[in-house]
């Protein structure tokens, strides 16, 4: 298994435990996850990091649990494993988007058992660097498609489907209402 922190800072030498920058509503006994952590992503799951940090973006995959209308109304013929949907104002910053992705070692984290979020709670090195300046390719070679569209808020049953959905960084899409918000908030989508 492979750990990855994605960053468009290239001159990241140690990752040192810091707390999240916008807290989110935790389940009880988990708040210690606004603290101060180092988060890594796992091979399977890092395409929903290619992306400059702050572009919101919806990611969707079936699941085990997912049903055929699901999965027609979402898929229809596509064949890629994930679909990625964000603004189409983003598109630009994409195209020009520098993304560092960091390799991590494994042994210093652990696993938070949700969409492939890992955790280490000490100071952790990087074993390697890779520069990804392609977005677009970075997510097709991950068989990931890409839909742009004017605004996310269309999709926000999208956690009331039997896909899995991941949101991030949900309180900068244009389109994302107040009432949205909290509820991806009390969700812990943001």
Not at 166 to 189: F, T
């Amino acid at each position: 298994m492979q750990l990855f922190h994605f960053s468009e800072d290239p001159a990241i030498e140690i990752f040192t435990p810091r707390p999240v920058v916008v807290p989110s509503k935790r389940p009880p006994g988990c708040e210690w996850l606004n603290g101060p952590l180092v988060w890594a992503i796992d091979d399977w799951h890092q395409a929903m990091y290619f992306f400059p940090r702050d572009c919101p973006r919806i990611l969707i995959w079936p699941t085990d649990k997912t049903v055929a209308a699901d999965r027609e109304r979402y898929w229809g013929s596509s064949t890629s494993r994930m679909i990625a949907f964000i603004e189409r104002r983003w598109l630009a910053r994409m195209s020009s988007a520098m993304i560092n992705r960091y390799e991590l070692p494994p042994s210093s984290f652990e696993s938070l058992g949700d969409a492939g979020m890992w955790v280490a709670r000490t100071v952790v090195y990087p074993l390697q660097r890779m520069i990804f300046s392609d977005m677009t390719l970075a997510l097709e070679l991950q068989n990931v498609e890409l839909r742009p569209v004017d605004d996310l808020a269309q999709f926000k049953d999208l956690w009331n489907t039997s896909l899995h959905a991941s949101g991030i960084r949900l309180r900068n899409a244009s389109g994302w209402s107040d009432g949205v918000k909290r509820a991806a908030m009390a969700e812990g989508l943001q």
